[in-house]
């Protein structure tokens, strides 16, 4: 991008931006080299500070992401000569790592050389509790500040300082280790990776005041996929990711309340999204290695090729869900089950499927037995329904929807 | 390397069935296996099983002069039942030779670093 992008004036929004698209490569790259994230983390914030100084009047470098690793590691050097426990870190990093200490070279070949893939292990390694995983994750390889992590999880600014300080000492007292894992730990250590990349897209989708977590959800997915190119999980995660995301703006009225899928305006769904989400579900389709994102992705690609509801394939959406159903056998995986076997086979079937599931303080289960009951012309069970489900909702747009009866109007 | 400790937690009361002869053969040789692989891998430190807590004794300075009393520190239903101590290259280590103890003594294993001498 090199001389047009420097020709122009930079404000410092756009040095925001761009530090933060290029910051978790330079703080995994540092932490490489020094061995402590710490000293990563302050070293990248400092390369920021000169940024902002500099770019504005300068414009932007030719290798931005090059030049933030750079001047990071520059400085961090120079504030370890002037400590010396930095000193003593510092000619430990020397005999460890002899000739690999030029994080601004370009990197290797091949993507298991990306340390952004170490990092990510490490945040998301499984001695570490899920709240720690995601406020890590989103901190060192999403470049968000500790306040914005906070923000995102409503929680207060110095909870989340303390919360993430205390993750990082584990980190470096238990040693969690700075590696890939190995070929036959991968699938148990891609778990946590894929759920707290999906857990923070979510955590976006329901509360509309964070929207912006599910286009960073997005990117981190596809750092994961260009990555990992052979594991057909992390393809399927990017993938209903990006079928979900089609949705997303149709799926709220402007007064927050949600529209179900069936009540959505096609037209605002976001055409280049699927197709690009539907060509994923189509080379996982053929590699033929299913996993429950890649179903669930599948799922979507077909909602998504349906241009009016009546028109969905809902025999094939049944027959997913079996494949679903078998691989991860949960009561709420059943319920959707459920709900496509109803449109098939009809309400009383589905009524049939749904009243053996153990369910009762998840809300979309009254919901779908609300939804059910009213199709049957049960309507004062019905009624009963709506009311448990609204009891039950977790945010007020869904109780809105659900007090007034789902709007009955399939 | 860093050194681990490998605390064995025991329930007071629970599963105290006492071991048939054979179950504390099968027990014994579990464990010596176990300890075998410790020290040819070089992850040994120290390690052993501890007596029931009731034959604990605490010492406690109080008014400048030490104090013994008997029994355990802390009345809890849970209490360490042993240890291991053992070196190793990272928790991912340290957590493959606490799933080998577990096993092998069939109790729930927690994972501890020591603190460097340079982190004191």
Same mark, same amino acid.
């Given at each position: 991008m090199g001389d047009v992008a420097a020709a122009r004036k930079l404000d410092e929004a756009e040095v925001g931006r761009i530090f933060r698209e290029e910051s978790g490569r330079s703080v995994a790259a540092l932490i490489r080299v020094f061995g402590d994230i710490d000293v990563a983390e302050d070293a990248v914030q400092e390369?920021?500070?000169?940024?902002? #100084?500099?770019?504005? $009047?300068?414009?932007?470098?030719?290798?931005?992401?090059?030049?933030?690793?750079?001047?990071?590691r520059?400085?961090?050097?120079?504030?370890?000569?002037?400590?010396?426990? $930095?000193?003593?870190?510092?000619?430990?990093?020397?005999? /460890?790592? =002899?000739?690999?200490?030029?994080?601004?070279? =370009? @990197?290797?070949?091949?993507?298991?050389?990306d340390d952004r893939l170490r990092l990510i292990f490490t945040c998301c390694h499984p001695a570490l509790s899920m709240e720690a995983q995601v406020a890590l994750t989103l901190r060192l390889l999403g470049g968000l500040s500790t306040k914005e992590v906070a923000r995102s999880f409503l929680v207060a600014e110095p909870t989340m300082a303390q919360r993430l300080a205390r993750a990082?000492?584990?980190?470096?007292?238990?040693?969690?280790?700075?590696?890939?894992p190995e070929q036959h730990e991968l699938p148990e250590r891609l778990r946590p990776v894929l759920a707290v990349v999906y857990l923070v897209y979510n955590a976006g989708l329901t509360s509309p005041a964070e929207p912006g977590l599910c286009p960073e959800a997005i990117r981190l997915a596809r750092i994961l996929a260009t990555l990992m190119p052979e594991e057909p999980e992390v393809a399927g995660l990017l993938a209903l990711l990006l079928l979900t995301e089609s949705r997303r703006p149709s799926r709220t009225r402007p007064d927050g309340s949600l529209v179900l899928l069936g009540e959505q305006d096609r037209r605002r769904w976001d055409g280049a999204l699927i197709k690009e989400g539907q060509a994923i579900v189509r080379r996982c389709l053929r590699r033929n290695q299913p996993g429950a994102y890649q179903i669930q992705a599948a799922i979507n690609a077909v909602h998504a090729d349906a241009a009016t509801v009546e028109q969905t394939d809902w025999s094939q959406i049944v027959a997913l869900y079996d494949q679903l159903l078998a691989l991860a056998p949960t009561p709420v995986v059943a319920l959707n089950r459920a709900i496509a076997i109803g449109e098939v086979r009809g309400a009383s079937a589905a009524l049939a499927l749904v009243d053996e599931l153990d369910l009762d303080n998840?809300?979309?289960?009254?919901?779908?037995?609300?939804?059910? /009951?009213? #199709?049957?012309?049960?309507? $004062? @069970?019905?009624?009963?329904?709506?009311?448990?489900?609204?009891?039950?909702? =977790?945010?007020d747009a869904e109780q809105d929807f659900l007090k007034q009866g789902g709007r009955g109007s399939r | 390397m860093t050194y681990y400790l490998l605390s064995v937690h025991s329930v007071e009361g629970?599963?105290?069935?006492?071991?048939?002869?054979?179950e504390m053969r099968q027990f014994m040789e579990r464990v010596g296996v176990l300890e075998q692989e410790m020290k040819s891998a070089g992850a040994w430190v120290?390690?052993?099983?501890?007596?029931?807590?009731?034959?604990a004794t605490v010492a406690r300075v109080s008014d400048n002069e030490?104090?013994?009393?008997?029994?355990?520190?802390?009345?809890?239903?849970?209490?360490?039942?042993?240890?291991?101590?053992?070196?190793?290259e990272d928790l991912d280590a340290a957590l493959?030779?606490?799933?080998?103890?577990?096993?092998?003594?069939?109790?729930?294993?927690?994972?501890?670093?020591?603190?460097?001498?340079?982190?004191?």
């Open positions: 390369a920021f500070a000169v940024a902002l #100084r500099k770019w504005p $009047g300068e414009g932007l470098p030719p290798n931005p992401g090059g030049w933030i690793t750079t001047t990071a520059n400085r961090a050097i120079d504030r370890l000569r002037r400590e010396s426990r $930095g000193r003593e870190l510092l000619s430990e990093v020397a005999v /460890l790592s =002899p000739g690999n200490d030029d994080p601004g070279a =370009p @990197e290797k070949e091949g993507p298991v050389q990082k000492r584990k980190i470096k007292a238990a040693r969690i280790p700075y590696r890939i998840y809300h979309p289960f009254h919901a779908t037995r609300a939804d059910l /009951l009213r #199709r049957l012309g049960r309507n $004062g @069970e019905a009624a009963a329904a709506y009311e448990r489900a609204a009891a039950l909702a =977790p945010t | 629970e599963a105290r069935d006492p071991m048939t002869e054979e120290f390690g052993g099983a501890l007596h029931d807590p009731d034959t030490v104090l013994t009393t008997d029994g355990p520190f802390a009345e809890s239903k849970e209490h360490l039942g042993g240890f291991y101590i053992i070196e190793a493959a030779w606490a799933s080998k103890t577990t096993a092998a003594v069939s109790k729930p294993i927690e994972v501890r670093p020591f603190r460097h001498v340079s982190e004191a």
